[in-house]
């Protein structure tokens, strides 16, 4: 059995940064590549930001330097920091991670943490 929890949403005025965190836990032999998506309401899942696990990171367009991902690989956790924040960044955050189980190598997700960008 293999969980990622995310914790580090909230709520945050215009300007100002968060810190999301994805941990996961379980029967992980291998963990690969760890990425952020994030989907706002009426809107589909978008990447934000990747990183394999030989830390080359990829960031999606609107992210603009704003946002950066990092990991712990002795912790199994993934990081996003998240600067200048705008309402446009107001969505669902979810992590994803490629690993290999006792069994099988495939993607897992989070359950998603809310950010919210507002006055």
């Known amino acids: 059995q293999v969980q990622l929890v995310e914790s580090g949403g909230g709520l945050v005025q215009p300007g100002g940064s968060l810190r999301l965190s994805c941990a996961a836990s379980?029967?992980?032999?291998?963990?690969?590549?760890m990425s952020w998506y994030r989907q706002a309401p009426g809107k589909q899942r978008d990447l934000v930001a990747a990183?394999?696990?030989?830390?080359?990171?990829n960031y999606a367009g609107f992210v603009k330097g704003r946002f950066t991902i990092s990991r712990d690989n002795a912790k199994n956790t993934v990081y996003l920091q998240m600067n200048s924040l705008t309402p446009d960044d107001t969505a669902v955050y979810y992590c994803?991670?490629?690993?290999?189980?006792?069994?099988?190598?495939?993607?897992?997700w989070g359950q998603g943490t809310q950010v919210t960008v507002s006055s």
């Open positions: 990183i394999t696990g030989g830390g080359s990171t």
């Open positions: 379980g029967s992980i032999v291998s963990l690969y590549a």
């Open positions: 994803k991670a490629d690993l290999l189980n006792t069994w099988v190598r495939r993607d897992y």
